[in-house]
T-cell receptor
Framework: DADVTQTPRNRITKTGKRIMLECSQTKGHDRMYWYRQDPGLGLRLIYYSFDVKDINKGEISDGYSVSRQAQAKFSLSLESAIPNQTALYFC?????????????FGEGSRLTVL | GQNIDQPTEMTATEGAIVQINCTYQ??????LFWYQQHAGEAPTFLSYNVLDGLEEKGRFSSFLSRSKGYSYLLLKELQMKDSASYLC??????????WGAGTKLIIKP
């Protein structure tokens, strides 16, 4: 089983619908992140959380919200999806005590907004 | 602004050596990362450089020159499974990761 699990893996929805992407991890890491990946662009940070009571906006937070329900769970919501939110979304974790700050990624959630 | 540049695509031959370059302009520097990403999969960590010089890890090596804002990833004895995208990322002064768009490496027999 993957250490960082994302659901759903694929989702097709329509403009204006509310969508939630869920992420859970068994690595025991405090830090969790949501990124989106678009062709020809680098990964872009949407939101990040360093512990259950800590939520921070990333580079492209507009149109998104998050919830850190527990140390192991970090969900991303699109309140009213629009076509330019079509992308591959990755959840990631990192260990506060790591020397490198290496990120561990989930398998990705491919979202298509029609 | 902050910027990471790396070639979009490279082609190499199985068994050969390939060098993937990355140049960066960021507000501060707290380390440079290389990740490997196979098509349709998650990125996985390859290397981390924070001091100048070469870090070797098996067939893969990563080099950093902070004064030149430059890094490269060197892959030796290329195998077909090395076909993937290679992502360069720099941690800036705020400990935020800035990502390059990735270099797609195609390995030919």
């Amino acid at each position: 089983d993957a250490d960082v699990t994302q659901t759903p893996r694929n989702r097709i929805t329509k403009t204006g619908k509310r969508i939630m992407l869920e992420c859970s991890q068994t690595k025991g890491h405090d830090r969790m992140y949501w990124y989106r990946q678009d062709p020809g662009l680098g990964l872009r940070l949407i939101y990040y959380s360093f512990d259950v009571k800590d939520i921070n906006k990333g580079e492209i937070s507009d149109g998104y919200s998050v919830s850190r329900q527990a140390q192991a769970k970090f969900s991303l919501s699109l309140e009213s999806a629009i076509p330019n939110q079509t992308a591959l979304y990755f959840c990631a974790t990192s260990d506060l005590t790591s020397d490198t700050g290496e990120l561990f990624f989930g398998e990705g959630s491919r979202l298509t907004v029609l | 602004g902050q910027n990471i540049d790396q070639p979009t695509e490279m082609t190499a031959t199985e068994g050969a050596i390939v060098q993937i370059n990355c140049t960066y302009q960021t507000s501060g520097f707290n380390g440079l990362f290389w990740y490997q990403q196979h098509a349709g999969e998650a990125p996985t960590f390859l290397s981390y450089n924070v001091l100048d010089g070469l870090e070797e890890k098996g067939r893969f090596s990563s080099f950093l020159s902070r004064s030149k804002g430059y890094s490269y990833l060197l892959l030796k004895e290329l195998q077909m499974k090395d076909s993937a995208s290679y992502l360069c990322a720099v941690m800036d002064s705020n400990y935020q990761l800035i990502w390059g768009a990735g270099t797609k490496l195609i390995i030919k027999p």
